[in-house]
């Protein structure tokens, strides 16, 4: 699955290269030349991952990497750093603040593809396209199929995707900003609501088998989605 990458760059020969590379791997580049308009760029929509570079002029990869992970907001987006040779301070540095990989400058195309494949498949299931079952609902990516109790469900690409998005991240609490964010995607400008609305649609094709249940509304909140009872 494309997946949201914020490239956040100063060096324009090797943002380039990078969009490049990552626009022939099927992935979607949002660039940032600037830590602080990177800041910004996600106050509209968060990506899936960010591939941080670590010299930056004014906020430092450092600072922006610390914001990121200090916010409850975006914590969740994964972090790979892009660091020069020998700098191993800095690679301990960004694994303590909450990066989740580095990649060593000169890298080839192969290597920032695989570790950023990694990194999805281990942050965000969903991207990988694996196979989910949870209570004896299953969802198969591959396929597109729905089934519970082995019997098929028929859901519209929306209720899809939100299912999907459920399956994979079961027990949190998600907020329907971070709902809409990551299941209606970037730049898409609909209301709250519509989460509501499609949460109904979802929750009435899962009724026969028994599964619309694990859907749960956490007040004030959002939903979560649980295989276990509601308190
Ligand atoms: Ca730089």
Redesign the pocket.
Known sequence: MPATILVV???PAIRELVVLNLQQAGHRPVVADSAELALASMRDALPDLILL?W??PGMSGVEFARRIKADAYTRQVPIIMLTARGDEQDKITGLEIGADDYITKPFSPRELNARIKAVLRRLAPEMAGDLVEMAGLRLDPATHRVAGNDRTIELGPTEFRLLHFFMTRPERVHSRAQMLDQVWGNHVFVEDRTVDVHIRRLRRALEASGHDVLIQTVRGSGYRFSARAEE
Do not use: S
């Open positions: 760059e100063d060096e570079d010299m930056l």
